[in-house]
């Protein structure tokens, strides 16, 4: 099963790539059906259509985003998610959630 649509999230994903894809050691690969983003082997987030999960936020940072970005209902395998998922449709989505990206990337490998 695919939670990902690649048609739909193609623009975002672009955008999205070419700023996280040039952070030191991030990768990014198809797994369980969603576009996820690795700093090594560590998960930083993954995409599914017209969302994004951020692996590594704090309490304190998932209560400011949520301040900032709406949480959509995501379930996988017929079961809701239990990490937020942040909507992700328009480029002022992504430019409110890279800043909270780049912290989960910084959790991954304890780099300032």
């Known amino acids: 099963m695919k939670y ?3 048609e739909k999230m193609g623009q975002i994903r672009d955008e999205l790539e070419k700023e996280i894809l040039q ?5 990014s690969r198809e797994m369980i059906g969603c576009l996820c983003y690795l700093h090594g082997k560590k998960m930083i987030a993954f ?4 969302g994004i999960v ?6 304190q940072d998932q209560t400011d985003l949520s301040k900032l970005s709406k949480k959509v209902s995501f379930k996988m395998g017929g079961k809701t998610i ?8 328009t480029r002022d989505n992504l430019l409110t959630i890279l800043p909270f990206l780049k912290k989960s990337y910084q959790a991954t490998g304890r780099i300032k």
């Open 82 to 89: 239990w990490k937020p998922v942040w909507e992700l449709k």
């Open 54 to 59: 951020i692996s590594k936020l704090s309490e």
């Open 4 to 6: 990902f649509d690649k």
């Open 47 to 50: 995409l599914v259509t017209d």
């Open 23 to 27: 952070w030191p050691g991030v990768s």
